[in-house]
């Protein structure tokens, strides 16, 4: 019997490290997705800063034909770098669901922890964290 529960202790550490292991590598994804919407977000913004400037102040010196290809090949770009924002975001927000609702639950169903003695509860805290902003914010806004 005592051979048998030490097998299923064995297992069962296993299995933790395994799904630690995934958490592991799931947040590393996670920072390096929000670090490349960072990026994509401050790329667009300075260089929209930059080049519109710069194109507008020259209006008068550039003909039209060329302004208007010129814009519509930066509406191009801007559209790219938008599209690549939102994908980085849409990872961020799937891989963090992910954790939330599947790594955690069965890392404290093999820890048999339950209440305040969970692991993994960044997504709960950050989730709690959003919804109280946004009550304080909706709050805020019905009291003007």
Not at 60 to 70: A, D, G, K
Not at 83 to 112: D, F, G, R
């Amino acid at each position: 019997m005592a051979e048998n529960k030490s097998k299923n202790d064995e297992q069962k550490d296993i299995e933790i490290q395994v799904h630690l292991t995934e958490y592991q590598k799931i947040r590393d994804e996670v920072i390096h997705w929000i670090g490349s919407a960072s990026q994509s977000l401050l790329i667009s913004l300075s260089s929209f800063s930059v080049v519109l400037p710069l194109l507008f102040s020259q209006a008068n010196n550039i003909p039209t034909l060329i302004l208007n290809s010129f814009m519509y090949i930066l509406a191009i770009v801007y559209a790219v770098i938008g599209m690549h924002y939102a994908t980085s975001q849409y990872y961020v927000n799937t891989e963090s669901n992910y954790i939330h609702q599947y790594l955690a639950p069965n890392i404290n169903l093999k820890l048999n922890t339950t209440g305040n003695n969970r692991v993994l509860q960044a997504e709960n805290y950050q989730r709690n964290a959003r919804r109280n902003v946004i009550a304080l914010q909706s709050g805020e806004k019905g009291n003007k």
